[in-house]
């Protein structure tokens, strides 16, 4: 299957290298361009710096200097139209109820493999109204 190029902007933040690694080779290979964030603080800069569009943050809830709901408050003030999507090995309940996530927002836990990670990735994409 050829992948579609350029099929957007992720921004992505994970502190474990290992799974940053990972997340990226999956996008980059269906034609996602990945900007790669350890922290919120980079992720922010990043937001900033950018010069075209940005259509999903892809962030684990828990990373270094902020949750990663705070840092999608913050990010949306920069980008109102992008998409979110959650990750965390916490179950989606414990997120909702300790870190702040919107009960409707979407979310991935980890481990996942390639195959979830896109399905999830995709669906996002094309939810209604995004």
Known sequence: MASTPAAGTVLLVEDEPEIRRFIVKVLATQGYVVLEAHDGGQALAL??????????LLTDVVIPDMSGPKLADNIQM??????????SA?????????????????????????????????????????
């Not at 937001?47 to 999903?56: A, D, E, M, N, S």
């Not at 979830?116 to 209604?128: G, I, N, Q, T």
Request: positive net charge; charged residues 20%.
């Open 47 to 56: 937001c900033r710096q950018h010069p075209g569009p940005i259509h999903l």
């Open 78 to 87: 920069l980008r109102p139209q992008i998409r979110l999507l959650y990750i």
């Open 90 to 130: 916490f179950d989606n309940g414990l997120v909702q109820r300790n870190f702040g996530m919107n009960a409707g927002a979407t979310f991935l836990q980890k481990p996942f493999d390639a195959e979830d990670l896109l399905k999830k990735v995709r669906s996002v994409f094309m939810a209604e109204g995004q």
